[in-house]
């Protein structure tokens, strides 16, 4: 998962004094972008609900994981409604988008991490966590396997077992190497803050080591030379952050080798940044021009040393390979062993995430949700339900739809398959009618009446819309506060469903309205007191203005 955050070492130095143990704020409205822009967290406790009749025992629930998915699902349950338990191997939430300044020091470890015990007490939240690590889930006994690294049973080792009434899977998802030969070795990573410490001591070593009087100034070089392998946004900002450290710190204590340092960030694609607008991805490969930061497009890494990144041109195929000193990997993400036993388990095979519907339920499993990296929401087409929409709708059962019809049942479809309205969005329609006439010719709204072909001819296209959510901390913060008020209204909404009609099997509505992700805009820091910005309403914002975009987001 890519992030990006305050782009000026002064504003993450001002965060590092905020993150401090024993600073309280009342809401810190905390930004966080990667591929993906905004995401809030308020710090006061959630509204109380009416406690649960205690007649009937609380249900289990079994949270997998305390990365954004988790943290949010937790922050936002009405923990007085269950009996709440947590699996994590860290007893910490980290603030992943300010990793790449722990890397250069601007900011410490310790001021982007909360304790989760800490974060329970000061919302009163009755839960229960236990420091392990799940290595196997059995859905069909609602069990999950789990392994402490910090204490043992009498049987000497730290396997227990945990069973459930709902499992929330939120496990997040590895660095996806692809294979690549010498990548784990050899290279660094940038998911956890161990890995941002790791990283900063080696930056240091490479620095010491150029500065030793018995090796020769190509061996300095080498030393001296940091590879970037992935042109995202995590390898972006590591990048920028990088070499604002480089000119604004290290070159006053290492004076001598200056010259000789050099960053190189390798992209496979033909520009880095490329899941924003192109006129971003223009103005960083610019800025970092003019900074001295090479950026290799077009190749592919085939192979890593322990001195050297061999690397094959896409467009003519010649393999060439560079010396280094350290390489910091941030090319994608892969599936965790854990979910790729569990979805072997329930027939989801040859798939890189959990398929989940649109309400975040595993897809096979009855009280299984995953939020996060370590899944995907799988909208439903509907073109594969076409007949049956077509049938609700045909009240009269005549055979075909007059617009009235389709009008009466637009809002529940609208909900239910959300690329409609996308659809009709992007092709500038106005109403259901510009739909229906642009399939069947009809120029009289009033007396428009469609039959089954021309229904399906109409909506043909509409399932092009469908697109997955990117993994970011904006989808895994919003997927955790969507599930969590699905659970704190769960009776309720048994009794009283507020979702959209049901458009196949059994009749009535759904419990709730499906998740639907927001996109609230994406960030990209460049170094330099300079940031890149793409928001909804093809707002793009580039320079030293945006910084102060980044400002203007924190509250006390």
Known sequence: MGFSFFTSRAAARFLDGIGRPGVSTAALLLTAASGGGLVAYADSAAESAPEPSQDAPKKKVLVLGTGWAGTSFLKNLDCSRYEVRVISPRNYFAFTPLLPSVTCGTVEPRSIIEPIRRMFEKKSKDVTFCEAECFKIDASKKIVHCRSAVGTNLDGNGDFMLDYDYLVVALGANVNTFNTPGVLEHCHFLKEVEDAQKIRRSVIDCFEKASLPNISEEEKRKALHFV??????TGVEFAAELHDFLVEDLVKLYPAIQELVKITIIQSGEHILNMFDKRIAAFAEEKFQRDGIEVATGFRVVRVSDDLISMKSKSVGEEVSVPYGMAVWSAGIGTRPVIMDFM?????TNRRALATNEWLRVRECEGVYAIGDCATV????IMDDISMVFKMADKDNSGTLTLKE???VLEDICIRYPQVELYMKSMHMLDIADLIKGAI????KESMVVDIEGFKKALSHVDSQVKSAPATAQVAAQQGYYLAECFNKMEKCKEHPEGPLRMTGESGRHFFRPFRY??????APLGGEQAAAELPGDWVSMGHSTQWLWYSVYAR
Do not use: T
């Not at 970037?228 to 946004?233: A, D, E, L, R």
């Open 228 to 233: 970037v392998i992935g042109g995202g946004p």
């Open 344 to 348: 072997q388990q329930i027939g989801q």
């Open 378 to 381: 799988s909208q439903r087409k």
């Open 406 to 408: 389709i009008n009466d």
């Open 518 to 523: 927001k996109h609230l805009g994406q960030f």
């Open 441 to 444: 010719g009809d120029s009289h």
